[in-house]
Protein backbone atom coordinates (compact mmCIF):
# COMPACT_ATOMS: atom_id res chain seq x y z
CA UNK A 1 0.00 0.00 0.00
CA UNK A 2 0.76 3.40 -0.63
CA UNK A 3 2.05 4.69 2.92
CA UNK A 4 2.01 8.63 1.59
CA UNK A 5 -1.39 8.16 0.39
CA UNK A 6 -2.78 6.34 3.55
CA UNK A 7 -1.15 9.80 5.34
CA UNK A 8 -3.07 12.18 2.96
CA UNK A 9 -6.41 10.33 3.32
CA UNK A 10 -5.68 10.30 6.93
CA UNK A 11 -4.73 14.68 7.18
CA UNK A 12 -7.72 14.94 5.09
CA UNK A 13 -9.95 12.82 7.72
CA UNK A 14 -8.78 14.87 10.15
CA UNK A 15 -9.34 18.08 8.56
CA UNK A 16 -13.40 16.79 7.45
CA UNK A 17 -13.35 15.98 11.43
CA UNK A 18 -12.04 19.23 12.46
CA UNK A 19 -14.99 21.19 10.31
CA UNK A 20 -17.55 18.60 11.32
CA UNK A 21 -16.75 19.34 14.67
CA UNK A 22 -16.70 23.17 14.60
CA UNK A 23 -20.16 22.78 12.95
CA UNK A 24 -21.65 20.78 15.40
CA UNK A 25 -20.69 23.39 18.08
CA UNK A 26 -22.22 26.19 15.53
CA UNK A 27 -25.61 24.11 15.34
CA UNK A 28 -25.55 23.77 19.25
CA UNK A 29 -25.15 20.09 19.31
CA UNK A 30 -22.18 17.85 21.09
CA UNK A 31 -18.92 18.63 20.37
CA UNK A 32 -16.56 15.69 18.96
CA UNK A 33 -13.49 17.39 20.20
CA UNK A 34 -12.75 20.37 21.45
CA UNK A 35 -14.24 23.09 24.21
CA UNK A 36 -17.41 21.69 24.45
CA UNK A 37 -19.40 21.60 27.91
CA UNK A 38 -17.80 19.21 30.51
CA UNK A 39 -19.95 17.97 33.14
CA UNK A 40 -18.85 15.78 35.85
CA UNK A 41 -20.59 12.74 36.76
CA UNK A 42 -21.81 13.36 39.79
CA UNK A 43 -25.47 12.61 41.72
CA UNK A 44 -28.27 14.29 40.56
CA UNK A 45 -30.38 15.90 43.78
CA UNK A 46 -33.79 16.85 42.35
CA UNK A 47 -33.84 20.76 40.97
CA UNK A 48 -35.36 23.47 42.04
CA UNK A 49 -38.56 24.33 40.68
CA UNK A 50 -39.90 27.75 39.59
CA UNK A 51 -43.27 28.83 41.15
CA UNK A 52 -45.52 30.81 38.61
CA UNK A 53 -44.21 34.03 39.68
CA UNK A 54 -40.88 33.03 39.11
CA UNK A 55 -39.28 32.67 42.41
CA UNK A 56 -36.87 29.69 42.95
CA UNK A 57 -38.43 26.76 45.10
CA UNK A 58 -36.33 26.03 48.32
CA UNK A 59 -34.28 22.90 47.16
CA UNK A 60 -33.57 19.27 49.11
CA UNK A 61 -36.24 18.93 51.51
CA UNK A 62 -35.15 17.79 55.18
CA UNK A 63 -36.21 19.04 58.59
CA UNK A 64 -34.80 22.24 59.85
CA UNK A 65 -33.01 21.25 62.78
CA UNK A 66 -31.80 23.75 65.38
CA UNK A 67 -27.82 25.05 64.83
CA UNK A 68 -25.79 27.81 65.86
CA UNK A 69 -24.53 28.15 62.34
CA UNK A 70 -26.81 28.93 59.02
CA UNK A 71 -28.14 25.64 57.70
CA UNK A 72 -27.80 24.86 54.36
CA UNK A 73 -31.24 25.02 52.11
CA UNK A 74 -31.44 21.38 52.31
CA UNK A 75 -32.76 21.53 55.80
CA UNK A 76 -35.65 23.69 54.69
CA UNK A 77 -39.11 21.33 54.37
CA UNK A 78 -40.14 19.49 52.08
CA UNK A 79 -41.31 20.61 48.42
CA UNK A 80 -44.97 19.47 48.69
CA UNK A 81 -45.14 21.76 52.23
CA UNK A 82 -44.68 25.02 50.60
CA UNK A 83 -47.40 27.44 50.50
CA UNK A 84 -48.91 28.50 47.08
CA UNK A 85 -47.25 31.53 45.55
CA UNK A 86 -48.00 34.68 46.24
CA UNK A 87 -50.55 35.98 43.12
CA UNK A 88 -48.07 39.03 42.39
CA UNK A 89 -46.16 40.53 39.17
CA UNK A 90 -44.42 37.60 37.37
CA UNK A 91 -41.41 37.39 35.61
CA UNK A 92 -42.72 39.01 32.35
CA UNK A 93 -40.37 41.23 30.62
CA UNK A 94 -42.72 44.50 31.10
CA UNK A 95 -42.55 44.13 34.53
CA UNK A 96 -38.70 44.57 34.57
CA UNK A 97 -38.73 47.09 31.42
CA UNK A 98 -41.86 49.36 32.57
CA UNK A 99 -40.99 49.62 36.17
CA UNK A 100 -39.13 52.96 37.54
CA UNK A 101 -35.06 52.32 36.51
CA UNK A 102 -31.96 53.71 38.21
CA UNK A 103 -28.76 53.83 36.99
CA UNK A 104 -25.06 53.60 38.37
CA UNK A 105 -21.89 53.98 36.73
CA UNK A 106 -17.90 54.13 36.63
CA UNK A 107 -15.47 54.15 33.80
CA UNK A 108 -15.90 50.79 32.46
CA UNK A 109 -19.18 49.80 33.77
CA UNK A 110 -22.84 51.37 33.49
CA UNK A 111 -25.74 49.47 35.21
CA UNK A 112 -29.29 50.01 35.20
CA UNK A 113 -31.39 48.62 37.64
CA UNK A 114 -35.09 47.98 37.64
CA UNK A 115 -37.71 48.73 40.36
CA UNK A 116 -38.86 45.56 40.07
CA UNK A 117 -36.49 42.76 42.07
CA UNK A 118 -33.83 45.63 42.68
CA UNK A 119 -32.92 43.56 39.17
CA UNK A 120 -30.05 44.78 37.08
CA UNK A 121 -31.31 44.27 33.33
CA UNK A 122 -28.82 46.22 31.72
CA UNK A 123 -25.00 46.55 31.48
CA UNK A 124 -22.98 48.63 29.27
CA UNK A 125 -19.25 47.83 28.99
CA UNK A 126 -18.00 51.50 28.24
CA UNK A 127 -14.78 50.45 27.10
CA UNK A 128 -15.70 47.42 24.72
CA UNK A 129 -16.71 49.06 21.77
CA UNK A 130 -18.56 46.82 19.01
CA UNK A 131 -19.13 47.26 15.40
CA UNK A 132 -20.81 50.14 15.33
CA UNK A 133 -18.53 51.74 17.92
CA UNK A 134 -20.40 51.90 20.67
CA UNK A 135 -20.21 50.22 23.77
CA UNK A 136 -20.99 46.60 24.31
CA UNK A 137 -24.36 46.18 26.07
CA UNK A 138 -23.64 42.69 27.48
CA UNK A 139 -26.97 42.54 29.94
CA UNK A 140 -30.55 43.54 28.25
CA UNK A 141 -33.69 42.72 27.66
CA UNK A 142 -35.57 43.38 24.06
CA UNK A 143 -37.51 41.62 21.72
CA UNK A 144 -34.59 39.33 20.52
CA UNK A 145 -32.45 38.99 23.79
CA UNK A 146 -33.13 38.45 27.57
CA UNK A 147 -30.23 38.70 30.35
CA UNK A 148 -30.31 40.35 33.46
CA UNK A 149 -29.29 39.70 37.00
CA UNK A 150 -31.97 39.21 39.92
CA UNK A 151 -31.75 38.47 43.89
CA UNK A 152 -34.44 37.92 46.34
CA UNK A 153 -35.78 35.55 50.01
CA UNK A 154 -37.22 33.04 50.16
CA UNK A 155 -38.43 30.62 52.96
CA UNK A 156 -40.73 27.45 53.26
CA UNK A 157 -43.30 29.27 55.41
CA UNK A 158 -43.92 32.27 53.21
CA UNK A 159 -43.88 33.06 50.12
CA UNK A 160 -44.71 36.61 50.84
CA UNK A 161 -41.02 38.25 50.59
CA UNK A 162 -38.91 40.54 48.93
CA UNK A 163 -38.03 38.83 46.26
CA UNK A 164 -37.41 39.70 42.54
CA UNK A 165 -41.25 39.82 41.92
CA UNK A 166 -41.59 42.46 44.39
CA UNK A 167 -41.58 46.67 44.10
CA UNK A 168 -38.03 48.12 45.26
CA UNK A 169 -37.95 51.52 46.02
CA UNK A 170 -34.90 53.91 46.07
CA UNK A 171 -33.70 54.53 49.26
CA UNK A 172 -30.17 56.37 49.10
CA UNK A 173 -27.52 57.03 46.39
CA UNK A 174 -23.86 59.13 46.54
CA UNK A 175 -20.36 57.83 46.53
CA UNK A 176 -18.32 56.62 49.68
CA UNK A 177 -14.48 55.26 50.01
CA UNK A 178 -14.13 55.87 46.41
CA UNK A 179 -17.42 54.17 45.56
CA UNK A 180 -20.07 55.07 43.63
CA UNK A 181 -23.49 53.14 45.70
CA UNK A 182 -26.94 53.08 44.80
CA UNK A 183 -29.89 51.39 47.29
CA UNK A 184 -33.23 49.73 47.52
CA UNK A 185 -35.27 48.78 49.96
CA UNK A 186 -38.31 46.51 50.12
CA UNK A 187 -40.86 45.29 52.92
CA UNK A 188 -43.22 42.26 52.47
CA UNK A 189 -43.97 39.14 55.15
CA UNK A 190 -42.56 41.08 58.13
CA UNK A 191 -39.02 41.09 56.24
CA UNK A 192 -37.07 44.18 54.93
CA UNK A 193 -34.15 43.44 52.39
CA UNK A 194 -32.04 46.44 51.46
CA UNK A 195 -30.04 45.93 48.40
CA UNK A 196 -26.89 47.97 47.89
CA UNK A 197 -24.75 48.33 45.28
CA UNK A 198 -21.11 49.23 45.30
CA UNK A 199 -19.07 50.30 42.37
CA UNK A 200 -15.56 51.29 42.82
CA UNK A 201 -13.83 53.44 39.94
CA UNK A 202 -12.43 51.36 37.19
CA UNK A 203 -13.96 48.01 38.07
CA UNK A 204 -15.96 45.35 36.38
CA UNK A 205 -17.08 43.89 39.91
CA UNK A 206 -19.57 45.19 41.67
CA UNK A 207 -20.06 44.58 45.48
CA UNK A 208 -23.65 43.82 46.56
CA UNK A 209 -24.68 43.83 50.04
CA UNK A 210 -28.19 42.35 51.20
CA UNK A 211 -29.18 43.85 54.59
CA UNK A 212 -31.77 41.74 55.57
CA UNK A 213 -34.11 42.45 58.85
CA UNK A 214 -37.03 40.74 60.89
CA UNK A 215 -39.24 43.69 61.37
CA UNK A 216 -42.07 41.86 63.10
CA UNK A 217 -42.11 39.12 66.01
CA UNK A 218 -44.25 37.04 63.31
CA UNK A 219 -42.38 34.76 61.25
CA UNK A 220 -38.96 35.86 63.16
CA UNK A 221 -38.64 31.45 63.34
CA UNK A 222 -38.56 31.81 59.56
CA UNK A 223 -35.35 29.95 58.11
CA UNK A 224 -34.55 32.47 55.18
CA UNK A 225 -32.81 31.77 52.11
CA UNK A 226 -30.74 34.25 49.66
CA UNK A 227 -30.94 32.95 46.22
CA UNK A 228 -28.87 34.63 43.71
CA UNK A 229 -29.49 34.21 39.84
CA UNK A 230 -28.19 34.79 36.44
CA UNK A 231 -30.96 34.82 33.33
CA UNK A 232 -30.49 34.64 29.77
CA UNK A 233 -32.13 33.20 26.43
CA UNK A 234 -30.46 30.22 24.84
CA UNK A 235 -29.49 31.66 21.87
CA UNK A 236 -25.93 31.30 21.30
CA UNK A 237 -23.20 34.01 20.84
CA UNK A 238 -21.37 32.95 16.97
CA UNK A 239 -19.51 35.49 15.05
CA UNK A 240 -19.34 33.00 12.17
CA UNK A 241 -20.38 29.67 10.67
CA UNK A 242 -16.48 28.35 10.49
CA UNK A 243 -16.16 28.33 14.46
CA UNK A 244 -17.86 28.64 17.19
CA UNK A 245 -17.46 29.23 21.07
CA UNK A 246 -19.64 28.00 24.17
CA UNK A 247 -22.50 30.14 25.78
CA UNK A 248 -24.15 29.28 28.56
CA UNK A 249 -23.88 28.41 32.48
CA UNK A 250 -20.44 27.35 33.99
CA UNK A 251 -19.99 27.20 37.89
CA UNK A 252 -16.63 26.67 39.75
CA UNK A 253 -16.23 24.74 43.01
CA UNK A 254 -12.52 23.92 44.39
CA UNK A 255 -13.13 19.98 44.15
CA UNK A 256 -14.65 19.72 39.98
CA UNK A 257 -12.99 23.04 39.04
CA UNK A 258 -14.66 24.37 35.90
CA UNK A 259 -18.14 22.87 34.74
CA UNK A 260 -20.19 23.97 31.48
CA UNK A 261 -23.77 23.39 31.14
CA UNK A 262 -25.04 23.35 28.18
CA UNK A 263 -28.64 24.55 27.39
CA UNK A 264 -30.24 21.63 25.37
CA UNK A 265 -29.11 19.74 28.66
CA UNK A 266 -31.26 22.31 30.57
CA UNK A 267 -33.75 21.78 28.09
CA UNK A 268 -33.44 17.91 28.45
CA UNK A 269 -33.09 17.91 32.42
CA UNK A 270 -30.37 15.76 31.66
CA UNK A 271 -27.77 17.92 33.71
CA UNK A 272 -25.15 16.54 35.84
CA UNK A 273 -23.01 19.28 38.14
CA UNK A 274 -22.09 19.62 41.66
CA UNK A 275 -25.13 20.61 43.84
CA UNK A 276 -23.55 22.26 46.77
CA UNK A 277 -20.37 24.33 47.39
CA UNK A 278 -19.43 23.48 50.77
CA UNK A 279 -18.44 26.38 53.36
CA UNK A 280 -14.94 27.11 53.64
CA UNK A 281 -14.55 26.04 49.95
CA UNK A 282 -14.50 29.08 46.99
CA UNK A 283 -17.29 28.69 44.66
CA UNK A 284 -18.72 30.76 41.55
CA UNK A 285 -21.57 30.32 38.91
CA UNK A 286 -21.25 32.27 35.62
CA UNK A 287 -23.31 33.60 32.53
CA UNK A 288 -20.25 32.70 29.91
CA UNK A 289 -20.27 33.57 25.96
CA UNK A 290 -17.84 34.63 23.58
CA UNK A 291 -15.46 37.42 25.06
CA UNK A 292 -17.79 38.45 27.52
CA UNK A 293 -19.11 37.02 31.06
CA UNK A 294 -21.53 37.64 33.89
CA UNK A 295 -20.74 36.15 37.55
CA UNK A 296 -22.06 36.24 41.07
CA UNK A 297 -19.08 35.51 43.56
CA UNK A 298 -20.26 34.66 46.93
CA UNK A 299 -19.06 34.50 50.45
CA UNK A 300 -17.24 31.32 50.94
CA UNK A 301 -18.77 31.04 54.80
CA UNK A 302 -21.80 29.18 54.34
CA UNK A 303 -23.15 26.72 52.45
CA UNK A 304 -24.04 27.74 49.04
CA UNK A 305 -26.39 25.51 47.19
CA UNK A 306 -25.94 25.29 43.53
CA UNK A 307 -29.22 24.75 40.76
CA UNK A 308 -30.21 25.22 37.17
CA UNK A 309 -33.33 25.44 35.35
CA UNK A 310 -35.42 26.43 32.69
CA UNK A 311 -37.80 29.80 33.33
CA UNK A 312 -39.60 30.13 30.29
CA UNK A 313 -39.30 29.05 26.63
CA UNK A 314 -35.83 29.81 25.63
CA UNK A 315 -34.58 31.75 28.84
CA UNK A 316 -32.27 29.83 31.56
CA UNK A 317 -30.82 30.89 34.57
CA UNK A 318 -28.31 29.34 37.24
CA UNK A 319 -28.23 30.18 40.65
CA UNK A 320 -26.97 30.01 44.37
CA UNK A 321 -28.81 29.53 47.40
CA UNK A 322 -27.90 30.67 50.69
CA UNK A 323 -29.26 29.81 53.82
CA UNK A 324 -29.80 32.59 56.28
CA UNK A 325 -29.91 31.91 60.34
CA UNK A 326 -33.08 32.82 61.85
CA UNK A 327 -33.81 36.21 63.22
CA UNK A 328 -34.76 37.69 66.18
CA UNK A 329 -37.43 40.30 65.67
CA UNK A 330 -35.77 43.62 65.05
CA UNK A 331 -32.70 41.70 63.93
CA UNK A 332 -30.82 42.08 60.86
CA UNK A 333 -28.29 40.19 58.65
CA UNK A 334 -25.96 41.30 56.37
CA UNK A 335 -24.92 38.84 53.65
CA UNK A 336 -22.03 40.38 51.12
CA UNK A 337 -22.08 39.12 47.55
CA UNK A 338 -19.95 40.02 44.46
CA UNK A 339 -21.38 40.42 40.98
CA UNK A 340 -18.96 40.75 38.06
CA UNK A 341 -19.99 41.96 34.62
CA UNK A 342 -16.94 42.17 31.73
CA UNK A 343 -14.78 41.06 29.63
CA UNK A 344 -12.77 37.74 29.69
CA UNK A 345 -9.72 39.46 30.37
CA UNK A 346 -6.91 36.94 31.58
CA UNK A 347 -4.98 39.17 33.78
CA UNK A 348 -8.26 40.94 35.24
CA UNK A 349 -9.86 37.56 35.98
CA UNK A 350 -7.14 35.88 37.99
CA UNK A 351 -7.08 38.56 40.78
CA UNK A 352 -10.87 38.57 40.65
CA UNK A 353 -11.76 34.78 42.55
CA UNK A 354 -9.99 31.57 42.53
CA UNK A 355 -10.42 29.70 38.93
CA UNK A 356 -12.05 32.75 37.85
CA UNK A 357 -9.92 32.61 35.16
CA UNK A 358 -11.12 29.40 33.46
CA UNK A 359 -13.99 31.34 32.64
CA UNK A 360 -11.69 32.25 29.26
CA UNK A 361 -12.14 28.15 28.73
CA UNK A 362 -9.59 27.13 26.28
CA UNK A 363 -10.78 23.57 26.60
CA UNK A 364 -8.24 20.34 26.98
CA UNK A 365 -5.56 22.27 26.03
CA UNK A 366 -5.36 24.67 28.70
CA UNK A 367 -2.45 23.96 30.07
CA UNK A 368 -0.46 24.55 26.57
CA UNK A 369 -2.66 27.67 26.32
CA UNK A 370 -2.09 29.92 29.37
CA UNK A 371 1.85 29.78 29.30
CA UNK A 372 1.17 30.93 25.26
CA UNK A 373 -0.95 33.96 26.09
CA UNK A 374 1.33 34.75 29.08
CA UNK A 375 4.31 34.75 26.64
CA UNK A 376 2.19 36.94 23.74
CA UNK A 377 1.15 39.49 26.46
CA UNK A 378 4.78 39.47 27.63
CA UNK A 379 5.57 40.72 23.67
CA UNK A 380 2.85 42.97 23.44
CA UNK A 381 4.24 44.65 26.90
CA UNK A 382 7.06 45.65 24.92
CA UNK A 383 5.60 46.58 21.58
CA UNK A 384 2.45 47.62 22.19
CA UNK A 385 1.04 46.00 19.33
CA UNK A 386 -1.13 42.54 19.37
CA UNK A 387 -0.81 42.22 15.32
CA UNK A 388 3.30 42.73 16.06
CA UNK A 389 3.28 40.29 19.12
CA UNK A 390 1.11 37.25 16.83
CA UNK A 391 4.11 37.86 14.51
CA UNK A 392 6.80 37.79 16.72
CA UNK A 393 5.30 34.61 18.75
CA UNK A 394 4.72 32.52 15.79
CA UNK A 395 8.61 33.60 14.54
CA UNK A 396 9.09 32.42 18.51
CA UNK A 397 7.44 29.21 18.40
CA UNK A 398 8.91 28.44 14.70
CA UNK A 399 12.24 28.84 16.28
CA UNK A 400 11.25 26.68 19.62
CA UNK A 401 10.44 23.58 16.88
CA UNK A 402 13.02 24.35 14.41
CA UNK A 403 14.58 21.18 14.92
CA UNK A 404 11.61 19.26 14.26
CA UNK A 405 10.72 21.17 10.88
CA UNK A 406 14.15 20.76 9.87
CA UNK A 407 13.71 17.48 10.46
CA UNK A 408 10.40 16.91 8.60
CA UNK A 409 11.52 19.13 5.61
CA UNK A 410 14.44 17.14 5.28
CA UNK A 411 12.68 13.92 4.86
CA UNK A 412 10.72 15.93 1.80
CA UNK A 413 13.83 17.02 0.53
CA UNK A 414 14.87 13.38 0.25
CA UNK A 415 11.52 11.93 -1.25
CA UNK A 416 11.49 14.47 -3.41
CA UNK A 417 15.03 13.91 -4.39
CA UNK A 418 13.80 9.81 -5.57
CA UNK A 419 10.31 10.95 -6.94
CA UNK A 420 11.72 10.26 -10.34
CA UNK A 421 13.08 6.57 -9.55
CA UNK A 422 9.16 6.03 -7.50
CA UNK A 423 7.42 7.34 -10.96
CA UNK A 424 9.31 4.61 -12.57
CA UNK A 425 8.56 2.02 -10.23
CA UNK A 426 5.12 2.91 -10.43
CA UNK A 427 4.93 2.63 -14.38
CA UNK A 428 6.99 -0.43 -14.17
CA UNK A 429 4.51 -2.17 -11.34
CA UNK A 430 1.33 -0.33 -11.97
CA UNK A 431 -0.19 -3.64 -12.21
CA UNK A 432 0.81 -5.37 -8.88
CA UNK A 433 0.25 -3.18 -6.01
CA UNK A 434 1.85 -5.54 -3.69
CA UNK A 435 4.90 -5.81 -5.56
CA UNK A 436 5.34 -1.87 -6.18
CA UNK A 437 5.01 -1.54 -2.42
CA UNK A 438 8.03 -3.69 -1.61
CA UNK A 439 9.76 -2.04 -4.25
CA UNK A 440 9.17 1.55 -2.80
CA UNK A 441 10.43 -0.04 1.05
CA UNK A 442 13.30 -1.26 -0.85
CA UNK A 443 14.14 2.13 -2.11
CA UNK A 444 13.05 3.74 0.85
CA UNK A 445 15.65 1.61 2.70
CA UNK A 446 18.36 1.65 0.28
CA UNK A 447 18.01 6.23 0.35
CA UNK A 448 17.52 5.82 4.19
CA UNK A 449 14.74 7.66 4.08
CA UNK A 450 11.91 7.47 6.47
CA UNK A 451 8.65 7.67 5.00
CA UNK A 452 6.70 8.80 7.99
CA UNK A 453 10.08 11.43 8.64
CA UNK A 454 8.04 14.09 7.28
CA UNK A 455 4.70 14.09 8.58
CA UNK A 456 5.56 13.05 12.75
CA UNK A 457 7.18 15.73 13.33
CA UNK A 458 4.69 18.36 12.26
CA UNK A 459 2.38 15.93 14.43
CA UNK A 460 4.50 16.92 17.60
CA UNK A 461 3.44 20.38 16.97
CA UNK A 462 -0.16 20.00 16.72
CA UNK A 463 -1.13 20.37 19.98
CA UNK A 464 0.85 24.00 20.33
CA UNK A 465 -0.68 24.78 17.03
CA UNK A 466 -4.18 24.52 18.11
CA UNK A 467 -3.84 25.72 21.57
CA UNK A 468 -2.53 29.19 20.02
CA UNK A 469 -5.44 28.79 17.70
CA UNK A 470 -7.57 28.92 20.62
CA UNK A 471 -5.98 31.60 22.21
CA UNK A 472 -6.08 33.99 19.38
CA UNK A 473 -9.88 33.03 19.33
CA UNK A 474 -10.95 33.23 22.86
CA UNK A 475 -8.67 36.64 23.73
CA UNK A 476 -10.89 39.58 23.92
CA UNK A 477 -7.86 41.72 24.03
CA UNK A 478 -7.63 40.70 20.13
CA UNK A 479 -10.64 43.29 19.95
CA UNK A 480 -10.31 46.59 18.12
CA UNK A 481 -6.91 45.46 18.64
CA UNK A 482 -4.92 47.73 15.40
CA UNK A 483 -2.48 45.98 13.09
CA UNK A 484 -1.50 47.87 10.16
CA UNK A 485 -2.81 49.91 7.40
CA UNK A 486 -5.93 48.49 6.73
CA UNK A 487 -6.24 45.62 9.79
CA UNK A 488 -7.93 48.14 12.43
CA UNK A 489 -9.65 44.64 14.56
CA UNK A 490 -7.84 41.66 15.11
CA UNK A 491 -10.94 40.06 15.94
CA UNK A 492 -13.03 40.18 12.86
CA UNK A 493 -11.97 38.89 9.48
CA UNK A 494 -9.97 41.19 6.96
CA UNK A 495 -12.38 43.65 5.25
CA UNK A 496 -10.30 43.46 1.76
CA UNK A 497 -9.14 40.03 1.91
CA UNK A 498 -5.68 40.45 1.80
CA UNK A 499 -4.55 38.66 4.62
CA UNK A 500 -6.84 34.85 3.50
CA UNK A 501 -5.30 35.68 -0.55
CA UNK A 502 -1.78 36.31 0.85
CA UNK A 503 -2.22 32.88 2.85
CA UNK A 504 -3.43 31.01 -0.26
CA UNK A 505 -0.43 31.70 -2.38
CA UNK A 506 1.80 30.82 0.53
CA UNK A 507 -0.17 27.33 0.92
CA UNK A 508 0.32 26.80 -3.23
CA UNK A 509 3.67 27.81 -2.71
CA UNK A 510 4.47 25.43 -0.26
CA UNK A 511 2.40 22.70 -2.62
CA UNK A 512 5.37 23.24 -4.88
CA UNK A 513 7.57 22.96 -2.78
CA UNK A 514 6.83 19.50 -1.51
CA UNK A 515 7.00 15.92 -3.73
CA UNK A 516 4.67 15.64 -6.55
CA UNK A 517 2.42 12.68 -4.79
CA UNK A 518 2.87 10.02 -7.43
CA UNK A 519 -1.18 9.65 -7.53
CA UNK A 520 -2.67 11.89 -9.98
CA UNK A 521 -5.75 11.99 -7.88
CA UNK A 522 -3.53 12.66 -5.16
CA UNK A 523 -1.88 15.34 -7.10
CA UNK A 524 -4.67 17.06 -7.85
CA UNK A 525 -6.28 17.14 -4.27
CA UNK A 526 -2.77 18.64 -3.02
CA UNK A 527 -3.44 21.36 -5.92
CA UNK A 528 -6.83 22.45 -4.38
CA UNK A 529 -6.38 22.43 -0.91
CA UNK A 530 -4.89 25.84 -0.44
CA UNK A 531 -8.36 27.13 -2.75
CA UNK A 532 -10.48 25.18 0.05
CA UNK A 533 -8.29 26.60 3.14
CA UNK A 534 -8.43 30.12 1.89
CA UNK A 535 -12.19 30.21 1.48
CA UNK A 536 -12.43 29.09 4.74
CA UNK A 537 -10.44 31.59 5.88
CA UNK A 538 -11.76 34.45 4.67
CA UNK A 539 -14.08 34.17 7.45
CA UNK A 540 -11.51 33.61 10.33
CA UNK A 541 -10.17 36.54 12.44
CA UNK A 542 -7.63 38.73 10.93
CA UNK A 543 -5.66 38.02 14.33
CA UNK A 544 -5.60 33.72 13.39
CA UNK A 545 -4.99 34.47 9.49
CA UNK A 546 -1.93 36.57 10.17
CA UNK A 547 -0.56 33.87 12.21
CA UNK A 548 -1.01 31.43 10.06
CA UNK A 549 0.33 33.28 7.17
CA UNK A 550 3.77 34.14 9.10
CA UNK A 551 3.97 30.78 9.43
CA UNK A 552 3.54 29.66 6.34
CA UNK A 553 6.08 32.28 5.07
CA UNK A 554 8.73 31.06 7.81
CA UNK A 555 7.80 27.45 6.70
CA UNK A 556 8.31 28.41 2.92
CA UNK A 557 11.80 30.02 3.89
CA UNK A 558 12.70 26.92 5.77
CA UNK A 559 11.44 24.86 3.24
CA UNK A 560 13.35 26.37 0.09
CA UNK A 561 16.72 26.72 1.91
CA UNK A 562 16.60 23.35 3.02
CA UNK A 563 15.84 22.00 -0.95
CA UNK A 564 18.63 24.32 -1.57
CA UNK A 565 20.75 22.24 0.37
CA UNK A 566 19.67 19.48 -1.15
CA UNK A 567 19.89 20.32 -4.60
CA UNK A 568 23.32 21.48 -4.18
CA UNK A 569 24.56 18.31 -2.80
CA UNK A 570 22.77 16.75 -6.05
CA UNK A 571 24.97 18.16 -8.28
CA UNK A 572 28.27 17.36 -6.53
CA UNK A 573 27.51 13.65 -6.73
Known amino acids: MDIKRTLLWAVLTISGLMLYNNWLLYDGRQALFGPTPLTPNVSKPPEPKETPSGTPAVANPATPQASAAPPSAADLPKQANLPKPEQGPSISVTNLTTGEKHSIKNEVLELEISATGASVINAKLLKQLGVDKKPITLLQITPQNQYFVRSGLISATSNDLPNHTATFVLSKSGRVDNKNFISFISEKGGVRLE ?68 FSDIEKNKVTMPRQIPAGEPGWIAMVQHYFASAWLPSDKTVRDVYVGKVEQNLYRIGLQTPLAPLAAGASHIEKTRLFIGPQEETLLEKIAPGFDLIKDYGYLTVIAKPIFWLLEQIHSYVANWGWAIVILTLLIKLLFFPLSAASYKSMARMKEVQPRLMTLREQLKGDPQKLNRAMMDLYKQEKINPLGGCLPVVVQIPVFIALYWVLLSSVEMRNAPWILWINDLSVPDPYYILPVIMAVSMYVQVKLNPTPPDPLQAKIMMWMPIVFSVMFFFFPAGLVLYWVVNNILSIAQQWQINQMFAKRSANK
Open 195 to 262: KTFFLSDGSYVVEVEHRVTQIGAQGAANLLVLYSELVRDGTAVSDSEFYSTFTGPALYTDKEKFTKID
